[in-house]
């Protein structure tokens, strides 16, 4: 259906931004969540190539480099004035006890400092194969699994350790993060958890033939 909507980004933002604003949708199906990250995945159908291409140039990477270090040492200077549940996408404006446009504005801001920082993100990616390469292919990994360290770290206090609040604390807990990101994304524990993540469900499917997808794909 986003591949035939005539601007699907700009329908995909109006739908998030109305969702901040909406504190009936509820938690059912996690539904908000799915409608403020919504234009995520809209700009994921409609980039191309091209686009990929533009942010790899020169210009854009030397361009990256002051981008990213302000961005780093505004994110350490905000981080204590706003609240971190805006970024979770969970709840609306109203039930983080603030006035219901400013939901719609942090949609737009965050949405456009996403983009900025994903293209400053891509401009290095390295265009050849390097020791990390085979991380790309484990991110739903790290994405899902990180989850229970996160949980863990909650259920055993560890936030409660007050060295941890000092800025050398801050720098040692985002290395720390960092470093069980990269573990969790490697193929050894892709091949522990892919029964989980990747199951085969040949069981569930029919076989099909060279022939019969040739007919398939016509018909459509």
Do not use: N
């Not at 863990?152 to 050398?168: K, M, N």
């Amino acid at each position: 259906m986003w591949k035939y909507v005539r601007w699907p980004l700009p329908l995909a933002l109006v739908i998030a931004m109305l969702a901040s604003v909406s504190p009936d949708i509820g938690d059912d199906l996690d539904l908000q969540r799915v409608l403020q990250f919504l234009p995520f995945f809209v700009l994921g159908l409609v980039l191309t190539p091209e686009h990929f291409r533009l942010v790899r140039r020169r210009k854009a990477r030397l361009l990256a480099i002051p981008v990213l270090a302000a961005t780093l040492a505004f994110a350490y200077w905000v981080a204590p004035h706003v609240s971190a549940a805006w970024f979770y996408r969970r709840d609306s404006a109203q039930e983080l006890g603030a006035p219901g446009w400013t939901g719609a504005v942090m949609t737009l801001a965050m949405f456009g400092c996403s983009v900025v920082l994903v293209a400053c993100f891509f401009s290095w990616v390295p265009g050849r194969k390097l020791w990390f390469t085979a991380l790309g292919a484990g991110t739903l990994y790290g994405y899902l699994l990180h989850g229970f360290v996160a949980k863990g770290s909650r259920f055993w206090d560890w936030y409660d350790a007050q060295w941890l609040h000092t800025p050398l604390g801050e720098v040692a807990a985002t290395l720390l993060a960092a470093s069980v990101i990269t573990v969790l994304c490697t193929p050894p524990v892709q091949r522990m958890f892919r029964f989980a993540m990747e199951p085969k469900l040949e069981w569930a499917f029919k076989p099909t033939t060279a022939v019969g997808e040739g007919k398939r794909q016509r018909s459509v």
